[in-house]
């Protein structure tokens, strides 16, 4: 005769397998949010503060064109690092609000605050570029991509300098949104 063999199926204990594994994304998700944070800051900050600086050298083709090729070469990894690390925050800060801090004076959702500062800012990127200092861009870009004629114009010099300030300010938008995911982290 043949024995079957019957297994008791051992029960599923949900929520302390689930908190175990979610209390390791928490501090994979802060590291990874706020290097990448601080890469995209510190990456928009340099161009504006290093580079940028020495690009103001040249003149007309010249000058548009390695604008051209600094700003292009900044695109993926600026905004692709900005944007992954606003998504790591807006994740943090939706499972904050689930573990409000106990206070002396009663519950405080500052953390979860500060995640969503943090988030809103990083993707703001987006809209500031787009909305503040998309029209500079594509003046500068169709006069580096059309020759000679478009790049000598007076006021070329001008756009150039005034996305360079604007590049500053959002570079410092990335490092306040870095600093409150950073701030955010510790409490």
């Not at 503060?49 to 292009?72: D, N, R, S, V």
């Not at 002396?104 to 990127?125: D, I, M, N, P, Q």
């Not at 059309?146 to 010099?157: H, I």
Request: glycine fraction near 8%; charged fraction near 15%.
């Amino acid at each position: 005769m043949h024995k079957s063999r019957h297994f008791k199926a051992i029960p599923y204990k949900r929520t302390s397998l689930h908190r175990s594994k979610m209390s390791l994304l928490t501090p994979a998700l802060q590291t990874y949010s706020i290097l990448a944070a601080s890469l995209a800051a510190g990456a928009n900050l340099t161009t504006s503060i290093i580079t940028f600086p020495a690009l103001l050298h040249a003149t007309g083709q010249t000058l548009t064109k390695q604008w051209l090729i600094l700003y292009e070469a900044g695109i993926v990894p600026v905004t692709g690092c900005a944007l992954t690390s606003s998504l790591g925050f807006a994740t943090l800060a939706y499972r904050a609000s689930f573990s409000p801090t106990l206070t002396t004076t009663g519950v405080s959702h500052a953390k979860g605050h500060l995640y969503v500062a943090a988030a809103v800012g990083l993707f703001g990127l987006a809209p500031y570029t787009r909305l503040l200092m998309w029209s500079t861009i594509t003046e500068i870009s169709n006069r580096a991509r059309s020759g000679k004629e478009a790049s000598e114009k007076a006021d070329t010099r001008e756009l150039v300098e005034r996305w360079g300030t604007m590049n500053f300010w959002r570079g410092v938008m990335l490092l306040g949104s870095a600093g409150a995911g950073v701030w955010a982290s510790l409490l």
